[in-house]
């Protein structure tokens, strides 16, 4: 397989050839969003300009675009691994899927049943729990973490299932720290209490291949705005558990879980985002030795085989990152650091700088033309836990693909410069 040309992928996006004060900017903000490709643009622009309807009517525009949609949740069901293209639901983001989800499982509990939430989640799987739980009279429960590494405690998970317990919802992985939780292990401790699973992918979904039915989970929901794609959602849910929820929708609407028109023309740039990442695949990965190759679709083999690739490229980055954070004095990294752990950990990377607030070092960095996140995040809960509410959260160094070792590089000079002037 030919070497992973970051030089070549970067050329693709028109947004990563800015420039601030004659320097090219490094985008490392990629958790709060990605960049997207020129085709992902030109398939919007093109959308609006070749068919723009509404669906179902009986004129061309209509139909092709809703012949692009049918192919989207195609598109969308091969990225996830899903069975059907009918197991997929597209909306305007992860957080009003989930509440709009949240309302249909919400009606078949009540008081007495349990909803188990983690502290290392985003508060778009835990918020929104907790708003249907208190309409209902159910209880939730909160699995904590472990300090020294910031990942999910295992144990308490453990003691907080009871044949009560009807929901699990959990992350991915961690938008805020990076860590990878163990998906399978937990969606299938769950079911053995006879609940529902709801797994937040979205800040796992741009850094490595999904497969929805090896993990066996009920729900899994991303945003293709995180994948190199336009501001929607998608949700992937089991057909029978699908099937066997109420639906909140107006009578005449065509899908029980997609509720009014949809933004088509982000649809047309989500499905381009997939063929972006289908030509990752054809060129940097290996196509027939991609899991489950003998049996998957093309279409799947060249994503899954495109999102191994990203995998090995952004591990050597972000432990390129970490090796030198870990040099910094005055630096603290919140989650796993340890090489040892690269497979527990996305590329997202947050810390502390003795003596400098998380705004003032995101500022600092900014004026030089290096872009990252400071705050919370809506990891809320998480960074309350961890004690840097009242300090202004963390600051977040967020690695995807297009990302180049340069950057990495630049980005450590000046938060060594800044660590040391903050001492």
């Not at 249907?132 to 939730?140: H, P, Q």
């Not at 003032?360 to 998480?382: K, M, N, P, S």
Request: with cysteine.
């Amino acid at each position: 397989m030919p070497a992973f040309d970051v030089d070549a992928l970067r050329a693709e996006f028109p947004a990563l050839a800015r420039e601030q004060d004659g320097r090219t900017v490094a985008f490392l903000d990629g958790p709060g969003g990605t960049q997207v490709p020129q085709r992902v643009i030109d398939a919007v622009g093109d959308y609006f300009a070749n068919a723009n309807a509404n669906s179902g009517g009986a004129f061309t525009t209509s139909e092709l675009s809703d012949a692009m949609a049918d192919e989207a949740h195609a598109a969308v069901a091969d990225f996830l691994g899903a069975a059907s293209p009918d197991e997929v639901k597209f909306g305007y983001n992860m957080t009003t899927l989930t509440l709009h989800v949240g309302r249909s499982i919400g009606a078949t509990l009540g008081p007495g049943d349990e909803i188990v939430v983690t502290a290392l989640d985003h508060e778009a799987n835990v918020s929104t729990w907790e708003a249907m739980a208190a309409d209902r009279g159910v209880t939730v429960r909160k699995v904590d973490i472990r300090e020294d590494d910031v990942t999910l405690d295992l144990e308490d998970l453990e003691s907080k299932l009871t044949a009560r317990t009807k929901l699990v919802a959990v992350g991915y992985a961690s938008n805020a720290v990076g860590t990878i939780n163990p998906v399978a292990e937990i969606v299938a401790r769950a079911h053995e209490v006879g609940a529902l699973t709801y797994v937040d992918a979205v800040a796992y979904a741009p850094h490595g291949p999904i497969d929805v039915r090896a993990l066996d989970t009920d729900f899994l929901v991303c945003s293709a705005y995180k994948w190199f794609g336009p501001h929607v959602g998608a949700l992937y849910g089991k057909a029978a558990v699908l099937g066997s929820l109420p639906a909140f929708k107006v009578r005449p609407a065509h899908d029980r879980f997609e509720t009014g028109t949809a933004a088509f023309e982000s649809i047309a740039g989500m499905l381009a985002a997939t063929d972006y990442l289908r030509d990752v695949g054809r060129a940097y990965g290996d196509v027939t030795g991609a899991p489950g190759a003998g049996e998957a679709s093309e279409r799947r083999r060249e994503l899954v085989a495109g999102m191994t690739a990203i995998v090995a490229y952004e591990r050597e980055l972000v432990g390129r990152l970490i090796a030198g954070l870990g040099a910094i004095p005055g630096v603290m990294i919140h989650g796993i650091a340890d090489s040892a752990r690269a497979a527990e950990r996305a590329p997202t990377v947050s810390i502390s700088i003795d003596g400098l607030a998380p705004r003032a070092a995101a500022e600092a960095l900014g004026r030089v033309g290096i872009y990252v996140w400071d705050g919370d995040f809506y990891a809320t809960g998480l960074i309350e836990r961890l004690g840097k509410a009242d300090v202004g959260g963390v600051l977040r160094i967020g690695l995807v693909h297009y990302n180049t070792a340069a950057e990495v590089d630049r980005t450590l000079e000046a938060l060594e410069r800044l660590a040391g002037t903050a001492r």
